[in-house]
């Protein structure tokens, strides 16, 4: 066996990876500065690379001591390419007698995910359609132009103004979810290509919005309408980007950023002045806040979203979150996260072939006894109300399966 708290000369040496440990050994290296994690079997030394872990530190090192197999899947659409990166931190194996999951984590739903996970990419459905991608960021194009057509042919009356607004939401909520796709690499094969667009729509089309990292998820029930709504985007998402990206030094993220302001300054200043322009943006940004928030939060409030209990994959995605049911409306105006659950379980996975996988996870959950909960978007909102101000119960809609 490895010697446990202590590396020997073979398990610090790179691309060695002649250890042979038992899960009890790895789980005493789950502390900042000593950090193992198990791959398909594969025991690996972070320690050192969590600083250069390209999805940040935190995320990595959540999985120190534990399998990470299923979040490396899940997150990396270019699984090969990545594993030349593991092989200097390859420091051994498990040994033959160790089960492939860690702690008390459920063996037989374990594999049942990734059975299921192999049948998925069979079926081809992390392939992308790159017309539906088109034809979404058409739309957005479209719903731009109208606003600014608007504008240019009827003038700054105040019904003007507010459907201008309006149409101008619409189109930022819009390209909030295609950023959202290039940020989760499934549109493009190449991660180098989802990160070059990705730019492109959340600073030039979205003036560089970027997720708040530290906010306590888990008391958002607490908060939800004292900063939710009307304050996410116009005020602390604002005010986050600015601070990243000069404290950061990030000038190609702060020139993409200003290519938005121009262009939408050059098109609304001469109509509205310098003033009126500000509030307008002002305007579209707090009705897209509320967009976004009561679309983004309908999936998580009601539901479990503590602090990790160690279960297995399946497991952890269903309890944490829950599915809106589908019609056109509901995917369009959700950006197909209404399939939270196939999004949270294959999130690099392109959107439209969420409603193609979804029946492969119901029938999955259904043989194992795992709740798979689905609502009507009405119930969506109202469960997350009931929740926020401490009321939560039961509501009628819910489906569970």
Known sequence: ????????????????????????EVQRHSHKGDQWLVIDRKVCNITDWVKRHPGGARVISHYAGEDATDAFAAFHPEPDFVRKFLKPLLIGELATSE??????????????????????????????????????????????????????????GWLQTLLCAVILATSQSQAGWLQHDFGH????????????????????????????????????????????????????????IMQTMFFRRDWVDLVWSMSYYLRYFTCYTPFY???????????????????????????????????????DWLTMQLKATCNIEQSFFNDWFSGHLNFQIEHHLFPTMPRHNYCRVAPLVRKVCEKHGVTYQEKTLWSGFRDVVNCSTGVWRPVAGCVLQ
């Open 185 to 240: 690499l499934s549109v493009f094969k190449k991660s180098r290509w989802n990160h070059l667009l990705h730019k492109f729509v959340i600073g030039h089309l979205k003036y560089g919005i970027k997720k708040i990292k530290y906010m306590p998820y888990n008391h958002q029930h607490q908060y939800f309408f004292l900063i939710g709504p009307p304050m996410l985007i116009p005020v602390y998402f604002h005010i986050q």
């Open 1 to 24: 066996m490895g010697g446990g708290g202590q590396q020997t000369e073979s398990e610090s040496s790179c691309g060695r990876g002649g250890g042979v440990f038992t899960w009890e």
């Open 99 to 156: 089960p492939n999951q860690d702690r008390d984590k459920n063996s037989v739903l374990t594999q049942a995910f990734r059975e299921l996970r192999e049948e998925v990419e069979r079926e081809g459905l992390f392939r992308t359609q790159p017309l539906f991608f088109c034809l979404h960021l058409g739309h957005i194009l479209l719903l731009e132009a109208l606003a600014y057509l608007l504008i240019w042919v009827y003038g700054t």
């Open 273 to 311: 002045g310098v003033f009126g322009a500000v509030a307008l943006i002002s305007f579209v940004r707090f009705l897209e806040s509320h967009w976004f928030v009561w679309v983004t939060q309908m999936n998580h409030i009601p539901m479990d979203i503590d602090h990790e209990k160690h279960e």
